[in-house]
């Protein structure tokens, strides 16, 4: 009567304190230049080590540049922080895929291509985005800096367990519709708060036809919607995509972690703390028209009336309706944009790359919009060249960046200007979060190339 959440989290307690939070074992800890200075320092005022550095990988990727990576760091904090990351990695022990290095990338995207992200692991990292790796059976969650010090100097972490929710859908999607659009039906569905104190498991025969890669977009935004984490079973989907990769296990070791990979999945009788289901015919091509993930519509819907909005809500409603420049009972098809920005560790992989780059084939970038597209990652950027996207892209008037998480989170020099629109492949749409001022409208890879040949919102199946 297990969930496939029970069964990794029992496999993982320590120790549970009597009335409060259990202590996990982790198996997995990813690091990043933003959130780790602080822990690094605990454990030198502490006089303490790494306890396992062998279970620790490190990138720079929130604040690095997506220009000119072979020349000196021109922005004073981004360089003190990625020197400061490489100074932890040597002095501690730990592995880092520095800049420049060939694995280099946004660690959520270069935990699963290196084979470092495993079915049933613990998995934790100081962002919220951790729950990508749900993608493959694990329980990956997003910790504060206060924790990544407890897991570099105990490889373990108090969590309380949070409770189970499953997220079933079923049926074939519509043309057009993208891992990106499933995730912010959901997330509309269920807005920002439905899933807080879960950890949520995707399951129906919808789910099970995805990628591996539009599994992690699924996963990837679970925390928008409040849940602790997301995650699928794992599957023969799952197995094809982690063999041979370099950190995957080999020969016999091989064999015996697919035979336990195989009992990870909930029992058929498993007692969820709540279930929710959806119909795959229902979703659309998918657009935000306010400042978090759940405010979102079909992209042939209009925006919500006033009335239709709980009272409650009525005030942040019209206020993020003010800051976007729209207004309720608004249609957004063929409303002007400015920017366009593919990539993130929600839509920086090879298949979003390949995805945008088959839609713009033989069409051109629209004069008015100013495009980034970024690579999740070196090892994406060598698959884009030796598939010849990058040429695809170029004939219509795109360029490639560098890898990092760029326009994201607008931590380097990658700023959506104020008051632009910017139609954006990432995950949060938070008033300034691509800039000061910045307008973001969320959106999966298809729409954002509709956008960008275009000039303006459309839907893709229309073009």
Not at 234 to 254: C, I, L, N, Q, S
Not at 315 to 325: A, C, E, T
Request: with cysteine; charged share 25%; net charge negative.
């Amino acid at each position: 009567m297990n969930t496939l959440f029970d069964k990794i989290w029992d496999a993982h307690v320590v120790n549970c304190i009597e009335g409060g939070p259990t202590q996990l074992y982790i198996d997995r800890h990813y690091c990043h230049e933003v959130t780790s200075p602080q822990a690094f320092n605990g454990l030198r005022e502490r006089g303490l080590k790494v306890f396992r550095p062998s279970k620790t990988f490190c990138s720079p990727d929130h604040n690095i540049p997506t220009l000119n990576q072979d020349k000196p760091i021109a922005d004073p904090v981004s360089r003190n922080q990625v020197e400061t990351l490489t100074k932890n990695a040597t002095e501690f022990g730990v592995t880092l895929f520095g800049l420049g290095h060939p694995k280099n990338g946004i660690i959520h995207v270069i935990g699963p291509e290196n084979g470092l992200t495993l079915p049933g692991y613990t998995i934790v990292c100081g962002d919220s985005h951790t729950s990508t790796h749900g993608a493959f059976g694990a329980i990956a969650f997003g910790i504060g800096t206060s924790e990544v010090e407890m897991v570099l100097a105990s490889q373990c972490i108090l969590q309380p367990k949070p409770k189970t929710m499953r997220i079933t859908i079923n049926g074939n999607l519509k043309p057009y519709v993208t891992a990106k659009d499933i995730a912010l039906y959901i997330i509309a569905m269920m807005t920002t708060g439905g899933a807080t104190g879960y950890f949520v498991e995707y399951a129906g025969d919808t789910i099970r036809s995805l990628s591996m890669e539009e599994r992690m977009t699924v996963c990837n935004l679970s925390i928008e919607m409040g849940a602790r984490g997301g995650m699928i079973a794992p599957d023969e989907t799952t197995f094809a995509y982690v063999k041979g990769r370099e950190y995957a296990p080999k020969g016999k070791d091989w064999d015996d972690a697919v035979a336990y990979w195989k009992t990870l999945k909930s029992d058929d009788d498993a007692v969820f703390d709540k279930e929710i289901t959806f119909e795959a015919t229902d979703i659309e091509p998918r657009i935000t028209y306010g400042t978090n993930p759940g405010m979102g519509i079909g992209i042939e819907e209009k925006i919500p009336s006033l009335e239709s909005i709980d009272e409650a809500g009525k005030i942040s409603f019209m206020r993020s309706l003010d800051y976007m420049g729209f207004k309720p009972e608004e249609s957004l098809l063929g409303k002007p944009i400015d920017y366009v920005f593919l990539g993130s560790c929600t839509n920086g992989r090879i298949e979003d790359f390949r995805a945008f780059a088959s839609f713009v084939k033989g069409k051109k970038k629209a004069d008015n919009v100013v495009a980034w597209l970024v690579p999740g990652s070196w090892n994406v950027d060598k698959q884009i060249r030796e598939e010849g996207l990058d040429k695809i892209l170029e004939d219509a008037g795109f360029e490639i960046r560098q890898p990092g998480c760029s326009a994201c989170l607008a931590m380097n020099e990658d700023k959506v200007p104020a008051g632009k629109y910017a139609v954006s492949t990432s995950n949060r749409n938070f008033e300034g979060r691509q800039g000061p001022g910045a307008r973001t409208i969320l959106a999966g890879p298809l729409v954002a190339a509709a956008a960008a040949i275009t000039g303006r919102i459309t839907n893709p199946s229309t073009i």
